[in-house]
């Protein structure tokens, strides 16, 4: 995936460029929101439609969260223009989350103008902001995509029921292939390197916020569904599980490719292409994550009784789908899968085959229990085996 800004226009900041800026921080507030927002719509509508309304609406906030960052790259955040620029991206993703729970419902247009406003808007900021010889074909690379998406996306919220969902789904598809493909523009092919940069060492922070982002948003569901019911043993022994999955989870990630993600990316014969691979594997992290914030409020909600089968789902599915992209970044980092990850979707695959015979915090304790081997595991081998970065690129 690539970004709007160009190298040739990044202008000299008092910031170290390796760090984000205390303006990105402030603009992820809005993104912990809109996690809280698609945690509550999920946790509202536990079914497989529900499941691909989440997904699509996690994908448009993912790719305005990491169009935004990778502009940052090229853009002084020391700047009041460029503060106002993020400040109405934040301001537009508060509103966009605040729709999201009724998109399919009764503010789907709003959702869908929103969304288009924020991309569109971007762009036609940059223009004016930073008048260069190569900004109008990067701006413009972004202006002709969306221009084509929002024929999806308007259409979509002119439709109703599956339709809306269809249309969404086939346009944020379209959105990602283009962006995985350098925002190809017709006679001018797709974007080239030096159209644009991203630092390694800030970009690898901004991923490691990303997910902290998400489990943010976890606690939050936690602590907020806790003291929203009675409270009672069997609740708080469901609040102990559920905040040790978080633990845990933020305990898998960090150690030790989630350390190791900079300098993977500095020794990549090809840190373009790594960058965008680490993108999609915090993605599919994020989106795990989310799976287990989904968790916690149906668990602490009710720790006993039946578990149905879309409940074992979002039990045992957010922590498999945690460990297949921190599988995929062991081997970004280390040009490896770590066999604890393969062991661990055994485990819940094995643990899926009696969920239905167990209670939803029973059910979370095994998912629980099965990632703290994950970890432990990960302690061991660390402690015998050194790793140093190794990124396929460079085999």
Do not use: C
């Amino acid at each position: 995936m690539v970004t709007e800004g160009g190298a040739d226009a990044a202008a000299p900041t008092p910031r170290d460029p390796g760090r984000p800026a205390f303006l990105e921080l402030f603009f992820d507030l809005a993104y912990v929101f809109a996690m809280i927002s698609l945690v509550k719509k999920l946790a509202d509508d536990v079914s497989w439609t529900g499941v691909g309304e989440t997904l699509v609406l996690l994908l448009a906030f993912t790719l305005v969260w990491a169009v935004t960052t990778w502009a940052a790259d090229t853009l002084d955040l020391m700047r009041p223009a460029v503060q106002v620029q993020f400040i109405a991206v934040a301001a537009a993703s508060l509103l966009l989350a605040a729709a999201a729970p009724e998109a399919y419902d009764g503010r789907g247009m709003l959702f869908a103008i929103t969304y288009l406003v924020i991309h569109l808007g971007s762009s036609i900021y940059y223009l004016l902001l930073r008048p260069s010889a190569t900004e109008p074909l990067r701006s413009g690379r972004i202006m002709f995509w969306y221009t084509i998406a929002a024929v999806g996306w308007i259409g979509g919220a002119l439709a109703t029921g599956p339709t809306r969902l269809l249309l969404w789904a086939a346009t944020v598809a379209m959105e990602y292939v283009a962006a995985s493909l350098g925002w190809p523009l017709p006679k001018r092919g797709r974007s080239q390197p030096q159209e644009w940069q991203l630092v390694g060492e800030r970009v690898a922070e901004r991923y490691r916020q990303f997910v902290i982002i998400a489990l943010g948003a976890s606690i939050f569901v936690i602590g907020t569904t806790f003291s929203q019911s009675d409270y009672t043993m069997d609740r708080a022994w469901a609040l102990l599980v559920v905040f040790t999955i978080v633990v845990l989870t933020w305990r898998i990630y960090i150690y030790r490719a989630g350390e190791l993600l900079t300098e993977a990316i500095a020794r990549s014969a090809n840190p373009s292409l790594l960058t965008q691979s680490a993108a999609v594997t915090h993605l599919i992290m994020v989106a795990g994550i989310g799976g287990m914030a989904v968790t916690s409020h149906l668990v602490v909600m009710r720790p006993f009784g039946e578990t149905p089968p879309s409940w074992a789902a979002v039990i045992l599915g957010g922590p498999a789908l945690f460990l297949v992209g921190r599988g995929v970044l062991d081997y970004t980092v280390f040009g490896r899968i770590s066999r604890s990850r393969l062991a661990g979707l055994v485990l819940l695959a094995g643990a899926a085959a009696a969920a239905g015979l167990l209670p939803p915090v029973v059910v979370a304790l095994l998912a629980m229990s099965i990632l703290a081997l994950v970890a432990a595991a990960n302690l061991v081998s660390t402690h015998r085996h050194a790793r140093t970065p190794m990124p396929p690129a460079l085999r």
